[in-house]
């Protein structure tokens, strides 16, 4: 019994904090520094929607405003079967000679229209953005600098979560995506990140393959391929994109499901992610995969601590039942103010994901599909929801 125990503890320690800790170790010896040059390469940005009336004008007025030059930029949108005014508000903006707008009467995926747009990209590198974040003005041309190493194929951006005029959020979500963040850029510094930021990520376009049509997570099966043609994928932190926080409301774990339904996905998609083939398998076990065995992992740790006995299993029952305590009072609304409100809100964040991982593994074991589709998300926030009150 004790073994389980420690096994369950030191993967859980690994995954959590032990994977930072050596690739921080591995920046001692093999250090990568991005050779970036100023250049305005003709860039293509490409984004499909669905369904989006609500903040598609703004996300297209902020497109239009970037800072970088009208004549060395392509702004390509699929709208991917939309329903409502998406396709009115679109055709509003054609006469704008950088807007491309593709219009598909039938609902695809996400990953058909983003072949549709690579197909009409005619930059040297392809930007892809999602409509719900707002980059700031100098992103692209912050990306572009990277582009001037031979070796990047890839460079992400960086999500920031909160309020650009107050700053990023350091409670609950946003304190995990910069805990995420972190581990991205020891990757980067030492070699590849595995993935990209969805909201703002740029590839060469000579390095851009078909996406498999259904493929939830493209931010991280295109980096991926491109890690396989032997270029490098890096974190660009200086091009920010922002996003409000959406846990309250359940949205977040909408997409934290999503996401986690995607890392099986791609297994299934790409089977090659798991062999020698893939330069960053070591990498991708320990930042994607060991994330869905956390939650049983916690689990055995708490049933395997109940049974053992002694004063330090207790101890660690204890710690354990406290921390479990503190996440279900933040789920029913506790107040996140003060000392003990924020650090349930942060246990309550926690627990929130990793029951996003069991969804996840439970929608992979049954065979449905988590769609992309903001309905989706939708239905499961009224859900979660229901269930607080």
């Known amino acids: 019994m004790k073994w389980v125990f420690w096994l369950a503890a030191g993967l859980i320690a690994y995954t959590y904090v032990g994977y930072a800790c050596w690739l921080r170790l591995r920046m001692l010896w093999r250090s990568r520094p991005v050779q970036r040059g100023s250049s305005t390469p003709l860039v293509s940005i490409a984004m499909v929607v669905r369904n989006e009336q609500q903040i598609l004008e703004t996300k297209l007025q902020n497109l239009l405003g970037l800072d970088y030059p009208a004549d060395r930029c392509q702004i390509i949108v699929v709208s991917d079967g939309s329903t409502d005014r998406t396709e009115e508000i679109l055709r509003a903006y054609g006469h704008d000679a950088r807007m491309h707008v593709v219009l598909n009467q039938l609902a695809q995926g996400k990953a058909s229209g983003l072949n549709d747009a690579i197909e009409l990209a005619q930059g040297e590198i392809v930007v892809f953005t999602d409509a719900r974040q707002t980059i700031e003005p100098g992103a692209v041309r912050l990306l572009a600098e990277n582009f001037a190493d031979p070796d990047v194929g890839c460079a992400s951006g960086e999500l920031m979560l909160g309020d650009a005029t107050r700053g990023e959020?350091?409670?609950?979500?946003?304190?995990?995506?910069?805990?995420?963040?972190?581990?991205?850029?020891?990757?980067?510094?030492?070699?590849?990140?595995?993935?990209?930021?969805?909201?703002?990520?740029?590839?060469?376009?000579?390095?851009?393959?078909?996406?498999?049509?259904?493929?939830?997570?493209?931010?991280?099966?295109?980096?991926?391929?491109?890690?396989?043609?032997?270029?490098?994928?890096?974190?660009?932190?200086?091009?920010?994109?922002?996003?409000?926080?959406?846990?309250?409301?359940?949205?977040?774990?909408?997409?934290?499901?999503?996401?986690?339904?995607?890392?099986?996905?791609?297994?299934?998609?790409?089977?090659?992610?798991?062999?020698?083939?893939?330069?960053?398998?070591?990498?991708?076990?320990?930042?994607?995969?060991?994330?869905?065995?956390?939650?049983?992992?916690?689990?055995?740790?708490?049933v395997t601590s109940l049974w053992l006995p002694g004063f330090f299993y207790r101890a660690v029952l204890t710690l354990q039942l406290a921390f479990y305590g503190l996440g279900l009072m933040a789920l029913v609304r506790f107040s996140k103010t003060g000392l003990l409100g924020r650090a349930a809100d942060a246990a309550g964040t926690f627990v929130l994901l990793n029951l996003a991982a069991v969804v996840a593994f439970a929608t992979f074991v049954v065979g449905s599909k988590a769609a992309w589709s903001p309905l989706s998300e939708a239905s499961i926030s009224k859900g979660i929801k229901e269930w607080q009150r």
């Open 169 to 302: 959020s350091s409670q609950g979500l946003g304190l995990y995506w910069r805990m995420e963040k972190r581990v991205r850029k020891l990757e980067a510094a030492t070699g590849s990140v595995v993935g990209a930021t969805g909201a703002l990520y740029a590839v060469r376009r000579e390095l851009l393959t078909e996406v498999p049509v259904g493929t939830i997570l493209d931010d991280v099966y295109i980096p991926l391929q491109v890690v396989r043609q032997g270029q490098r994928v890096v974190f660009e932190p200086r091009a920010r994109a922002w996003d409000s926080p959406d846990l309250g409301d359940g949205r977040e774990f909408a997409r934290k499901v999503r996401t986690l339904s995607g890392n099986y996905q791609l297994v299934q998609l790409a089977p090659w992610v798991l062999s020698c083939r893939n330069p960053l398998l070591f990498e991708f076990v320990s930042h994607k995969l060991l994330r869905l065995v956390m939650p049983f992992a916690l689990a055995i740790t708490l």
